[in-house]
């Protein structure tokens, strides 16, 4: 005769406790910083803080850090700013280009980086500008506006102890254009300007113009000195200096700061600028400190020598064409390093412009030189 065992009611009714053991608390740290430095984003960061003691005590070792800017905080309305839905500002006029896309570029970068020590001294009438990331924190580096707090990048960033890779980007470029007109820069410093390249374009386009073919023969045409280009690209050179330096001057606070620093990009994402500063070049700064300009907050840019290569159509292989396609390639005139070397120039951007460059820098090359500023 079978027996029948049933299950004694009491055990489906108070079940045997399970193992409450979490396995998440048996990975290493080394594979959690993994993960933290994918993550980068220093918001990001800053919520997983806050999940736990043990993520507490780790994120402040994460190595590689991206800074976002929310946006720009101006008590003055007539005041430019970077915010991206900010309309884009012509330069038909190199004379009034000038005082639009340098002057007002400065006056809102003044604040970039703003430590507590400015917030407790005496207000100055230039500082009316500030560049902040959007969240709570601890008090220090703070603008309240509309009810919300803004921090300055030195002051999310002082927590970090181990900071290796750092990259800080804008709401938008400084320089106002054109929709149409092309103009990339890209930097390199140390305690002063290293060298910078720019690209530039009239207009870009993807169509083949139909009507008149220009001519070219290799040098820049008669005409490109007296319809105003020439005036053009040196505003657009003087301002992608002025911008380059005004970023420059405002990152000593984070470099003083993070002497673990391996490399350091300032950029915008509109991709206008770009500022790259090498381990060499930020141990450089620390020990040799920067020339300032006397006229405003910004890195002294020294005597210059230049490369300008131009072409009045230039068709790239995807099909993109840049009218007016201009490159220019800088370097201070006590460098040792020969500007006439074009390796580093042909590969200052990436993908298409890069491509660009490429094409430029094979033409026949203009030397110019420009004093100290």
């Not at 309240?144 to 300055?152: A, L, R, Y």
């Not at 890195?299 to 159509?313: D, F, I, K, Q």
Request: with cysteine; hydrophobic share 35%.
């Amino acid at each position: 005769m079978a027996v029948i065992h049933r299950s004694d009611p009491l055990s489906r009714i108070h079940p045997e406790p399970l193992d409450q053991t979490d396995f998440f608390d048996h990975l290493p740290d080394s594979l959690l910083l993994l993960v933290f430095n994918r993550i980068g984003d220093v918001k990001a960061l800053g919520r997983c803080g806050v999940v736990s003691k043990r993520f507490h005590s780790l994120v402040p070792q994460v190595e590689n850090v991206v800074v976002r800017v929310d946006c720009v905080i101006s008590d003055d309305d007539d005041s430019s700013s970077l915010s991206p839905d900010k309309p884009r500002s012509s330069v038909s006029s190199p004379f009034s280009a000038i005082f639009r896309l340098i002057f007002k570029p400065l006056h809102a970068l003044t604040q970039l980086l703003s430590t507590k020590r400015s917030s407790s001294s005496s207000p100055s009438p230039s500082s009316s500008s500030s560049l902040s990331i959007t969240g709570g924190g601890e008090d220090g580096g703070e603008i309240e506006q509309g009810g919300v707090t803004h921090h300055s990048p030195t002051q999310v960033l002082k927590n970090f102890n181990e900071i290796r890779f750092l990259r800080i980007e804008l709401p938008a470029g400084e320089l106002g254009i054109d929709d149409g007109v092309l103009l990339k820069w890209r930097a390199e410093f140390g305690s002063t300007l290293e060298n910078c390249v720019i690209l530039g374009a009239s207009s870009v386009t993807t169509e083949p113009s139909s009507g008149d073919t220009v001519e070219d023969n290799g040098s820049i045409p008669e005409s490109f000195y007296t319809n105003g280009g020439l005036k053009l690209r040196v505003v657009w050179t003087i301002s992608s200096l002025i911008a380059a330096s005004a970023r420059h001057y405002l990152l000593q606070p984070i470099i003083a700061e993070h002497k673990t620093l391996d490399s350091l990009v300032l950029t915008d994402t509109d991709g206008q600028g770009v500022l790259c500063m090498s381990r060499d070049q930020l141990e450089e700064l620390r020990v040799k400190p920067l020339s300032a300009s006397s006229a405003s907050k910004r890195t002294l840019v020294p005597a210059l020598n230049m490369r300008l290569w131009y072409a009045p159509s230039l068709e790239l292989p995807d099909g993109t064409v840049l009218k007016g396609a201009t490159l220019v390639a800088i370097r201070p005139s006590e460098s040792k390093k020969e500007v006439c070397d074009v390796s580093w120039v042909s590969s200052a951007f990436d993908g298409s412009y890069g491509v660009a460059a490429k094409m430029l820098v094979k033409r026949r090359t203009y030397c110019l030189e420009m004093n100290s500023f």
